[in-house]
Nanobody, 122 residues
Framework: QVQLVESGGGLVQAGGSLRLSCAASGRTFSSDFAMGWFRQAPGKEREFVAAINRGGGNSFYSDSMKGRFTISKNNIETTVYLQMNSLKPEDTAVYYC??????????????WGQGTPVTVSS
């Protein structure tokens, strides 16, 4: 199994930046998995943010976050990051890290972290 632990969330003013981290551990390390970030705002469904392939060379984003958020992966440290810039109050949500042994259409995301809250004040 894979354990995922997010960190780096907190309170930030609009226009500011945060970098979230997700440390993977367990039987299989993050280098064997595609990794992704999702978020869930209060009263809303969980939505996709970004994903990155096993090697870290390919990624894709939700259109609404493209250009402001950057996902990256450090396979040596088995950690995936989400750099969030130009944050807006509507980015306020709990951010979740997820892992999938496959990358591409139809990803199932069988592994999830517990989430880290991000609050963007206006």
């Amino acid at each position: 199994q894979v354990q995922l632990v997010e960190s780096g969330g907190g309170l930030v003013q609009a226009g500011g930046s945060l970098r979230l981290s997700c440390a993977a551990s367990g039987r299989t390390f993050s280098s064997d998995f595609a990794m992704g970030w999702f978020r869930q705002a209060p009263g809303k469904e969980r939505e996709f943010v970004a994903a990155i392939n096993r090697g870290g060379g390919n990624s894709f984003y939700s259109d609404s976050m493209k250009g402001r958020f950057t996902i990256s992966k450090n396979n040596i440290e088995t950690t995936v990051y989400l750099q969030m810039n130009s944050l807006k109050p509507e980015d306020t949500a709990v951010y979740y890290c997820a892992a999938d042994p496959n990358y591409g259409p139809g990803m199932q995301w069988p592994y999830w972290g517990q989430g880290t809250p991000v609050t963007v004040s206006s």
